[in-house]
């Protein structure tokens, strides 16, 4: 088991910056890929973000290329989202999920955090 505790959400205007954080207990959690996912209100969860297990590669939806980075710090079991640029569409409920592959769908995870609501005004 992993259990996942999702922070650092809030309420922001556009083009100011948040730092999501993930952290991780349970099962070691080097031994898996981590991702993003948001839910906005009326819309199925979809990726965002992608990291795999050693952190050498990372994946990011198109609409967030380039505003958004995730990573990871193993020694703390913990690992983020810094979200530059804020967009009104950003706004969602953001999800952090383990899995042993990580991958772009919900299925390819098997842990997943409560949820961290993120909401950006115009």
């Known amino acids: 088991q992993v259990q996942l505790v999702e922070s650092g959400g809030g309420l922001v205007q556009a083009g100011d910056s948040l730092r999501l954080s993930c952290a991780a207990s349970g099962r070691t959690f080097s031994w898996y890929a981590m991702g993003w996912f948001r839910q906005a209100p009326g819309k199925e969860r979809e990726f965002v973000a992608s990291i795999t297990w050693s952190g050498s590669n990372t994946y990011y939806t198109d609409s967030v290329k380039g505003r958004f980075t995730i990573s990871r710090d193993d020694a703390k079991n913990t690992f983020y989202l810094q979200m530059n640029a804020l967009k009104p569409e950003d706004t969602a409920v953001y999800y952090c999920?383990?899995?042993?592959?990580?991958?772009?769908?919900?299925?390819?995870?098997?842990?997943w955090g409560q949820g961290t609501q993120v909401t950006v005004s115009s």
């Open positions: 999920a383990a899995g042993p592959r990580g991958g772009y769908y919900s299925s390819d995870y098997n842990y």
